[in-house]
């Protein structure tokens, strides 16, 4: 059994109240607040846990008319709120090791999760893969899109098929013109156990912009699933 050893505070900030964070840390949560809007309640303190010590820093989202859109799916969101703020902490971020989320919608309903920051560090390390994708299929380049599925799954798509998918999408909403991360979810696939990450974006399109998700085995690098959508 995981005992709670104890937990201290360290303080309670709100987004339009008096600051007593770093300014590094001010502007990561002002990039939060940028993305998302809303009111953002802001927290740190040390957890004990069975001998295991954690610094972490917490944001508490409330008011935000985007996240109460993706109610059905606050785990995309509450992620991304994870590491816009980590990644936007410079050096800072050696502070803490993990970063607590908590959104609160309008309807009364609640979201909460903490995130490792050592896993956010492989995330920020794997998120340009995303942006390669978009690069390629921009490029009409889909031999190379190909090569970066990991090589079993590699000899199960061709060049032909991505083009076939992507094509129609350039056609109806326009060129992409960059891809911006959502989110993303570690998992293990249920057919092997092989340690997958779920990579969520949305490409920016000339005409109407589109989802996009990439699902990359965490040892090879490698994609194993393509989809435009969530």
């Known amino acids: 059994m995981v005992r709670f050893i104890g ?10 109240g008096n600051i007593v964070v770093s ?11 940028e993305f998302y809007g809303g009111t953002c ?6 957890t004990s846990t069975d001998g295991v010590t954690n610094t972490y820093f917490e944001l ?5 008319a985007l996240l109460d859109s993706y109610a059905s799916m606050l785990e995309m969101p509450a992620s991304n709120i994870a590491f816009l703020f980590f990644s936007n902490l410079k050096d800072d971020r050696t502070k803490y090791t993990q970063i607590k989320v908590k959104i609160n919608l309008t309807t ?14 492989e995330v920020e390390s794997l998120i340009p893969i995303l942006a390669e994708v978009s690069d390629k299929i921009k490029a009409h380049d889909y031999e190379g899109f190909r090569a970066l599925f990991v090589q079993e799954e590699e000899t199960n798509v061709s060049a032909e098929q991505l083009q076939s998918h992507c094509a129609p999408l350039d056609s109806a909403y326009g060129n992409i013109d960059q891809t911006q991360f959502q989110g993303y979810a570690f998992f293990e696939s249920e057919q092997d156990e092989r340690a997958l990450v779920h990579l969520a ?16 085995d965490r040892k ?3 994609i194993t699933t393509f989809k435009n959508k969530f």
Do not use: F, H, W
Request: proline share 2%; charged share 25%; aromatic share 4%.
């Open 201 to 216: 974006g949305i490409q920016i399109r000339e005409k109407e912009n589109t989802p996009i998700s990439l699902y990359i």
């Open 23 to 33: 300014e590094t840390e001010e502007k990561a949560a002002q990039s939060v607040l």
């Open 7 to 16: 937990v201290l505070l360290i303080g309670l900030l709100t987004a339009c």
């Open 220 to 222: 090879s690098k490698g």
């Open 41 to 46: 309640q802001q927290s740190k303190g040390v």
């Open 60 to 64: 508490e989202m409330s008011n935000s």
């Open 108 to 121: 009364g309903e609640s979201y909460e999760n903490t995130y490792s920051t050592k896993d956010l560090v």
